[in-house]
């Protein structure tokens, strides 16, 4: 059965959605669970596709977390090799850094809850099924301030100027957290102790913002998130 590699930063940052469509294809997944000190492979000849997942950690965080080094060596062979590699929101940074971009403070804030998206000329091309502006979930305090050589940024809104970016047409980096189900929400507003509405912020939902009407948010999400992998998921080869 081909594999999918997935790198994993945190236990409640998983595949989410993503893991049942990924089973329906026929694909079986290595989630290395770095945080709890799986080795990051050198090379990723033994998969089809490299999945990189969100987390709580900066891209920047080497001293903290050594294995993001790792990390950023696989994306760079990886992409060498164009192997088809997907990221969600620090995945997206850590593919973003690593082949040239750059990744920052993003000057809006943090951007927390349910907010729109809107495509861009090229992500509408790509990602026909959807419509110009869609909401998803978001949860980060860092952007990709500048992309790699040859990047085209697919979606955008007022709070981050890159919210998913392509590079060719195996890279596929996302920002936001279409893959998040409802119980992975609930676990990241628990977690969120000061709760966000009290830190401040144009971008920051209150908890019963984010939690209200989930399951029906969450269903629209996995079907949103379907749509955004689907071009991505066909040029994995195997």
């Given at each position: 059965?081909?594999?999918?590699?997935?790198l994993?930063?945190?236990?409640?940052?998983g595949?989410?959605?993503?893991?049942?469509?990924?089973?329906?294809l026929?694909?079986?997944?290595?989630?290395?669970?770095?945080?709890?000190?799986?080795?990051?492979?050198?090379?990723?000849?033994?998969?089809?596709a490299?999945?990189?997942?969100?987390?709580?950690?900066?891209?920047?965080?080497?001293?903290?977390?050594?294995?993001?080094?790792?990390?950023?060596?696989?994306?760079?062979?990886?992409?060498?090799?164009?192997?088809?590699?997907?990221?969600?929101?620090l995945?997206?940074?850590?593919?973003?850094?690593?082949?040239?971009?750059?990744?920052?403070?993003?000057?809006?804030?943090?951007?927390?809850?349910?907010?729109p998206?809107?495509?861009?000329e090229?992500?509408?091309?790509?990602?026909?099924?959807?419509?110009?502006?869609?909401?998803?979930?978001h949860?980060?305090?860092?952007h990709?301030?500048?992309?790699?050589?040859?990047?085209?940024?697919?979606?955008?809104?007022?709070a981050?100027?890159?919210?998913?970016?392509?590079?060719?047409d195996?890279?596929?980096?996302?920002?936001?957290?279409?893959?998040?189900?409802?119980?992975?929400?609930?676990?990241?507003?628990?977690?969120?102790?000061?709760?966000?509405?009290?830190e401040?912020?144009?971008?920051?939902?209150?908890?019963a913002?984010?939690?209200?009407?989930?399951?029906?948010?969450?269903?629209?999400?996995?079907?949103t998130?379907?749509?955004?992998?689907?071009?991505?998921?066909?040029?994995?080869?195997?």
């Amino acid at each position: 059965m081909a594999t999918i590699l997935v790198l994993q930063h945190h236990p409640d940052e998983g595949l989410g959605s993503l893991a049942p469509l990924l089973a329906s294809l026929g694909y079986a997944t290595d989630v290395r669970a770095l945080e709890r000190g799986d080795p990051v492979p050198s090379s990723p000849a033994s998969y089809v596709a490299l999945i990189v997942m969100g987390g709580p950690m900066s891209v920047h965080d080497e001293a903290e977390y050594p294995w993001l080094r790792a990390e950023k060596a696989l994306i760079r062979s990886a992409a060498a090799e164009q192997f088809p590699i997907l990221g969600h929101c620090l995945g997206a940074q850590l593919i973003n850094l690593a082949l040239g971009g750059s990744v920052e403070r993003n000057p809006s804030g943090q951007e927390l809850g349910w907010w729109p998206v809107r495509l861009s000329e090229t992500g509408h091309a790509l990602c026909s099924e959807l419509p110009a502006e869609f909401p998803l979930f978001h949860w980060h305090g860092e952007h990709c301030a500048t992309l790699p050589p040859g990047a085209q940024v697919l979606a955008y809104n007022a709070a981050t100027q890159v919210q998913a970016f392509a590079l060719g047409d195996r890279i596929l980096a996302l920002q936001a957290h279409p893959e998040v189900t409802a119980a992975q929400v609930r676990r990241w507003v628990d977690s969120y102790s000061a709760g966000p509405a009290e830190e401040g912020g144009r971008y920051l939902q209150s908890a019963a913002e984010m939690l209200a009407d989930l399951d029906a948010k969450t269903a629209r999400l996995a079907a949103t998130a379907a749509a955004l992998y689907r071009p991505w998921l066909a040029q994995i080869k195997g």
